[in-house]
């Protein structure tokens, strides 16, 4: 089993920028691919980024292409998600996500990923 914590959600203006952050634990050197999901209320649960956990691969949606970047800390079993620019748009529950499974075409389905955090709320006021 792998644990996942998600942290440093929080409300901002926008403009302002946030690090989230996904602390994993358990049986980590099970996992091969981690991402970032976004979801509201009444929605289905939308891809944001996704990293290779052990190559160099990533992959963000459009909506946030050139604004949030995906990173991670080996040595610390630690994901972030740096985003700037945010926009009311951004509002919403983000959630961390493993797979035991290696990156690949299919990193932006929810359906993908077998361990989930609990979210972490991120709300961006105009």
Known sequence: QVQLVETGGGLVQAGDSLRLSCA???RTLRIFTMAWFRQ??????????ALSWIGTSTNYADSVKGRFTISRDNAKNTLYLQMNSLSPEDTDLYYCAASVQYYDTNYYSPSRYEYWGQGTQVTVSS
């Open 40 to 49: 509201a209320p009444g929605k289905e649960r939308e891809f944001v980024a």
């Open 24 to 26: 994993a634990s358990g």
